[in-house]
């Protein structure tokens, strides 16, 4: 079946420009999380949504960074006023709850010039 | 807050040798278990995973691992590893304090296999 899909897989933007990046999750999976893969660093946790509960934005790194879940399926990854040190690989997981095996896309490669 | 530490941040190995990372968490309640893998240019993807049940866990590739409640550990094993094994590895905590409680990801162990 289909996997975790993400959009765009490349985006270079101008530093100071607003950016959506775009999580298509599996069907039917209710856990949606949201990472930053920087250049030799582990992941960095940013977003957590859990069915209809409050997401879990304890590790957005600034006001800059939001995101939302329309109708518990798709995903909007916003970060307005970009700056260099945003330039990343951000990745989308998903799974059937919060405790089951997640599922990667392949990532989003952001980078801020 | 809890929290997940992978000891190695990289190990380099010849083919044949055994291999080990260490996986050490800070959760004293009941947990799930996760090594994930990002081999170079693909997705991160499940290795192999502990819920409940005999704490020796084996998965894909000839890994497994051992959970040791005692020790708040995970530590990933191979007996011989092979050049294909160069990847990132990651391990991942997930504690059963509630339903929407997040899984918590270690930074990662980068590992290099000399052919």
């Known amino acids: 079946g289909a996997g975790v899909s993400q959009s765009p897989s490349n985006k270079v933007t101008e530093k100071g420009k607003d950016v959506e990046l775009r999580c298509d999750p599996i069907?039917?999976?209710?856990?949606l999380y949201w990472y930053r893969q920087s250049l030799g660093q582990g992941l960095e946790f940013l977003i957590y949504?859990?069915?209809?509960?409050?997401?879990?934005k304890s590790g957005l790194p600034s006001d800059r960074f939001s995101a939302e879940r329309t109708g518990g399926s798709v995903s909007t990854l916003t970060i307005q006023r970009t700056q260099q040190e945003d330039s990343a690989v951000y990745l989308c997981a998903s799974s059937w709850d919060s405790q089951e095996t997640q599922y990667f896309g392949p990532g989003t490669r952001l980078l801020v010039l | 807050a809890q929290s997940v530490s992978q000891h190695n941040h990289h190990v380099i190995l010849s083919e044949a040798a055994s291999l080990e990372l260490g996986c050490n968490y800070s959760?004293?309640?009941?947990?799930?278990l996760f090594w994930y893998v990002q081999y170079p240019g693909q997705h991160l993807q499940l290795l192999l995973k502990y819920f409940s049940g005999d704490p020796l866990v084996k998965g894909i590739k000839g890994f497994e691992a051992e959970f040791i409640k005692s020790k708040f550990s995970f530590n990933l094993r191979k007996p011989s590893v092979q050049w294909s094994d160069t990847a990132e590895y990651f391990c991942a905590v997930s504690p059963f304090y509630s339903s929407a409680s997040k899984i918590i990801f270690g930074s990662g162990t980068r590992l290099s296999i000399r052919p």
């Open positions: 959760y004293g309640g009941t947990v799930n």
């Open positions: 069907s039917g999976h209710t856990a």
């Open positions: 949504f859990q069915g209809n509960s409050a997401p879990d």
